[in-house]
């Protein structure tokens, strides 16, 4: 039971439209099936963890995706759109990343969730710096980390420990996940025109060369780097 | 963000502990697991729905029980217990169930839902009867349904206008099911010792012929039949 200090203000229920409305309905209807998605696939791993303990908190990290779903619905509501429509267009992104990426162990399975959907959240925070500020704070918000990255990185590291050439094999599917996930990426800005223009005006402030589109491939490359190493893996 | 009218007194974050603890707690574990694989169980037939409308709801539901969950988890810890060591029990209570009920269509998961985990859900349902009041009504308001039926009540009338032998097929199906879910009642009862004087004192008011368990199986297939009725199939 918290209650409100006087000092901040309440949340408006409702905010200005953005401008560029199409990008930003886009951007939500993509992370909301992302989190879907998310939500699935943390729930199937709940079925399959090997113990009680990890698979009550992998159905809880699953209701957080539900949580997060539900404060896009709200937004998405508030800009005038519909969940289900501005949802569709993504709902066959994963579908092939899915097929090409087949865990068969359980790390395996955990290195996936951190790592290959990390690409996928990564490139959501990167394109959002350019939405309106309610709708940025909000999907990195949603992003924010929920304590699956510590999971999975404490779970691979005992898993390391024990079986020195899990790790190996593990780099090896970490590379062969972020090749494939930064395919995804790779599709979805092509398929989808009315992201163009957030993403150039996201990329704009971006040190580096090349176009928006070599910059955020560098950049999500450096990200992936980032959380190979943090698992202690070779990136 | 809620502030809290003066008016309305704080809910007690501790109540009495009831008598007959070891009672009360494995009906909470046995609870949770059965909440536990709801939450597993819908998500899995929200990631198999035919349409995104239905993965939604099914989510959602899905949602609830992890909701429920923590509810549970809640007045575990009032009465002085931990949630693993007190689900755990009843870990593998519906392993066999689940291998002898193995549905092979969209329909006979949807029914399986809903009959099959029903029976489960009646037994916690009158065992609660003879417990304190407050786990008692935390027990009813988990078990109080939260939509899921009527999701199934009408698809399955859909799906059965649109083919007709798929009425007959069904009903076959729900007899298979609640003849297996009675089977794990059955042996519930039989490992559960802590579990019979509770059974006893729930059934004394219930009129019927026959010791407490003839009670009990007497109302959980009247049950059954009220629910096969209104999905209009032959009990």
Chains 1, 2 share one sequence.
């Not at 200090?5 to 992302?34: I, K, N, R």
């Not at 959907?117 to 309106?132: E, N, P, T």
């Amino acid at each position: 039971m918290t209650t409100v200090p006087p000092e901040s203000p309440p949340t408006p229920s409702t905010s200005p439209v953005p401008v560029d409305q199409d990008a930003c309905l886009a951007v939500l209807g993509m992370l909301a099936y992302s989190e879907l998605a998310a939500f699935s696939r943390l729930a199937a791993d709940a079925a399959l963890a090997p113990d009680l303990g990890q698979r009550l908190e992998l159905s809880r990290l699953a209701g957080v995706a539900l949580t997060n779903l539900d404060a896009i619905r709200a937004r998405v509501g508030e800009l005038g759109g519909d969940l289900q429509p501005v949802m569709r267009p993504f709902a066959g992104v994963l579908v092939e990343f899915d097929g090409r990426t087949v865990p068969s162990t359980w790390w395996e399975r955990l290195l996936k969730g951190y790592v290959g959907y990390g690409v996928a959240d990564d490139f959501s925070r990167m394109v959002a710096q350019a939405l309106d500020p309610q709708t940025r704070d909000l999907v990195v918000g949603v992003l924010s980390d929920d304590g699956h990255a510590q999971l999975v990185v404490d779970a691979l590291a005992r898993a390391c420990v024990a079986d020195p050439t899990l790790a190996s094999r593990l780099a090896l599917w970490g590379r062969r996940l972020v090749g494939e996930a930064l395919g995804v990426v790779q599709n979805v800005v092509a398929d989808h025109t009315e992201l163009e223009a957030l993403l150039e005006r996201a990329m704009a402030d971006v040190p580096g060369n090349g176009d928006a589109q070599q910059k955020l491939f560098a950049a999500l490359t450096a990200e992936h780097s980032r959380r190979m190493e943090r698992l202690g893996l070779t990136p």
